[in-house]
Nanobody, 131 residues
Framework: QVQLVESGGDSVQAGGSLRLSCAVY???????MGWFRQAPRNKREGIAV???????MYADSVKGRFTISRDNANNTLYLQLSSLKPEDTAMYYC??????????????????????????WGRGTQVTVSS
């Protein structure tokens, strides 16, 4: 069973940067991987996805500020967060979506259920941005 472990979350000032990492244990992921976030009282939001070839897609809310990357040799997924805003405050989760379609994966990140057939995710890492 593949496990995902996120790290890198922190508290930063608005305008700052962070790099989140997601280590993959127990196997190799050939599917699309991505990041979603969830803040209290907010809906879950899929924000970035990447396929094994390195093609990417982003939600409009983070486009131009966040960069997703993937190191297949070292089984690690990254999310570089720049120009952070207070509204970026959330728990950030790394996920595998069982598809090779980026468009579908970005949509599914917002709705897939725990234990479902569409994918799985880690325990998350907290990002807090103060103004």
């Amino acid at each position: 069973q593949v496990q995902l472990v996120e790290s890198g979350g922190d508290s930063v000032q608005a305008g700052g940067s962070l790099r989140l990492s997601c280590a993959v244990y127990g196997g190799t992921v050939s599917y699309v991987m991505g990041w979603f976030r969830q803040a209290p009282r907010n809906k879950r939001e899929g924000i970035a996805v990447i396929d094994r070839a390195g093609n990417t897609m982003y939600a409009d809310s983070v486009k131009g500020r966040f960069t997703i990357s993937r190191d297949n040799a070292n089984n690690t997924l990254y999310l570089q967060l720049s120009s952070l805003k207070p509204e970026d405050t959330a728990m950030y989760y790394c996920a595998v979506v069982k598809t090779e379609d980026l468009d579908f994966a970005l949509d599914v990140l917002s709705v897939m259920s725990p234990g479902g057939d569409l994918g799985y995710w880690g325990r998350g890492t907290q990002v807090t941005v103060s103004s």
